[in-house]
C-alpha cells in the first residue's frame, strides 16, 4: 500500500518466498527488489546472493525486523544496497527505494551505527590484507572515488570533491566495480572500510 500510493513508484509484483524470486524478477524486471528476511523456504539474505549473481540483476533493500550484525553484513557483501528495519517510517522507505534506484546505498541509522561499529573493530590482520591487495590495482582517480565511497558519498559530493562531473564519477564507480568484482557501491565502501583506509 506505502509503494503503490506513491506516484512515482509501480508495483510490479510480489513473491511470498525467496524461491518465487527469481521467476517473478525474470518475468516482471523490476529496478528494485525489497526483500524480507525471514521467508518460510528460502530467506531473503539466500535470494539476495543468488539474485545479485545475475546479469543485470535488479538493485535490492533488505527490509526486516532482524538488525543483527550477521544479516547487516551478509546482506551487503551479497550485493543489496539498502537494508531497512521494518519500523522505518513509510516516507523514509519511499525516499529508500527512490535513492537506491537511483544507484546509490540506503541503510537505516540504527544499521548504520552498527556496521560503523563493525567496521571500526579491529579487524584480522589476513582479512585487511585481503582488501589491500584488491585495492593496490586501482589508479589514482580510482582510488579516490572508493575512498571517497568508502565515507559514504553520494555521487554528486564526489563529483564537487573530485572536480568532476557526475557522469564521470558513475564512469568511475562503473569501472571500480568492474575491477574488484563487486556488484555496488555498498561493496566498495565494506571493502575500503576492511582495508582500514576509511
Not at 551479497?78 to 529508500?96: C, N, Q, R, Y
Not at 544507484?103 to 551505527?113: F, K
Not at 579487524?123 to 589491500?132: F, I, K, P, S, T
Amino acid at each position: 500500500m506505502i509503494l503503490s500510493g506513491a506516484d512515482d513508484i509501480a508495483v510490479v509484483g510480489e513473491a511470498a518466498d525467496g524461491s518465487e524470486v527469481p521467476a517473478a524478477v525474470a518475468t516482471h524486471r523490476p529496478d528494485v527488489v525489497l526483500m524480507d528476511i525471514r521467508m518460510p523456504r528460502v530467506d531473503g539474505l539466500a535470494a539476495t546472493e543468488s539474485l545479485r549473481r545475475r546479469p543485470s540483476a535488479p538493485e535490492v533493500i533488505v527490509l526486516t525486523t532482524f538488525d543483527a550484525d550477521e544479516f547487516v553484513l551478509r546482506a551487503l557483501r551479497a550485493g543489496a544496497s539498502g537494508f531497512l528495519l521494518k519500523d522505518t517510517p513509510p516516507v523514509e522507505i519511499l525516499h529508500a527505494v527512490r535513492r537506491v534506484a537511483q544507484g546509490e546505498a540506503m541503510l537505516s541509522p540504527a544499521v548504520t551505527r552498527r556496521l560503523i561499529a563493525h567496521v571500526a573493530a579491529p579487524e584480522a590482520n589476513g582479512g585487511r590484507q585481503q582488501a589491500l591487495s584488491a585495492l593496490e590495482g586501482l589508479s589514482e582517480r580510482e582510488r579516490e572515488v572508493a575512498l571517497l565511497l568508502g565515507q559514504g558519498r553520494a555521487n554528486a559530493e564526489i563529483a564537487t570533491e573530485l572536480f568532476m562531473s557526475v557522469a564521470t564519477v558513475k564512469a568511475h564507480v562503473s569501472r571500480l566495480l568492474v575491477k574488484l568484482n563487486l556488484n555496488n557501491r555498498v561493496q566498495i565502501a565494506l571493502l575500503v572500510h576492511d582495508a582500514g583506509l576509511a
